[in-house]
């Protein structure tokens, strides 16, 4: 799907708060032909003045022609972020080009485990790994274990903490964990990343996603436990 690389015009069709700073954008988008779940898309904003500037955006959901759906969590002082968080609104209009990026995805018809490792808003290719799971009806074992600053942060908890057979979910908290949680405020530890039919030998798909230093030292901790580097696969967004 990679091969659909051309600039397509965009109409913003749907908007909704999901944290303090990110918000879920459904775009309608002529010529768009679906996606697979992990890919991304570049959207490109164009100033009265004839300034662009273009950021990479992962997919939340995937599996519909002609309809892009974005997380868009934003970055203090960024040229794009702010106005698609903040400004944008139904009827208004941007670029989109896409569906990127081969590596960094899965295949529903794969039925070897899959952990996913997510920082923040590096959850946001999972939800649409998880979606795809949820309605084609397969049931590779997932795992997602998902690191954020505290609660308010968690990006769709709701919908991730839905039972589902086959899936396991286990957030870790930095800064501040709800009432009663088992455990104190603190970063992803190997034991975290450790779980019956997860393992190296279970031929487990692994897949990071977070900001920089989030992906080096999560991705350091996997091969320590001894997942071979080929199958982690890493996305990571700004600097470390």
């Known amino acids: ?62 599996g519909h022609d002609e309809r892009v759906d974005l ?22 209009q941007l670029e989109v080009r896409g569906p990127l990026g081969g590596y960094f995805v899965w295949h529903d018809a794969d039925t070897t485990p899959v952990l996913l490792v997510a920082g923040g808003s590096g959850v946001v290719p999972f939800l649409a790994m998880l979606r795809a799971r949820r309605s084609t009806g397969r049931r590779a074992p997932f795992r997602l274990v998902c690191s954020v600053r505290t ?20 957030w870790v908290f930095t800064r501040e964990a709800p009432p009663g949680w088992p455990t104190p405020p603190r970063r992803i530890t190997t034991d975290d990343l450790v779980a019956p039919g997860f393992g190296p030998d279970d031929g487990t798909d692994v897949f990071v996603c977070g900001p920089t230093g989030f992906v080096e030292a999560a991705a350091g901790l996997l091969t320590d436990l001894g997942h071979p580097p080929d199958r982690v696969r890493t996305e990571r967004f700004g600097g470390a």
């Open 1 to 62: 799907m990679s091969r659909h690389v051309t600039w397509h015009i965009a109409t913003i069709v749907g908007a909704r708060p999901l944290t303090s700073t990110a918000r879920a954008l459904t775009l309608s988008v002529p010529g768009f032909a679906g996606a697979l779940p992990g890919q991304h898309v570049d959207v490109r904003l164009t100033a009265p003045d004839g300034y662009q500037a273009t950021r990479a955006y992962s997919l939340a959901e995937t």
């Open 151 to 170: 609660p308010a942060d968690a990006i769709e908890r709701g919908e991730v903490d839905t039972p589902d057979r086959g899936f396991d979910v286990r």
């Open 71 to 92: 997380v868009v969590d934003e970055v203090p002082d960024g040229e794009v972020s702010p106005y698609l968080t903040h400004d944008a609104r139904p009827g208004d």
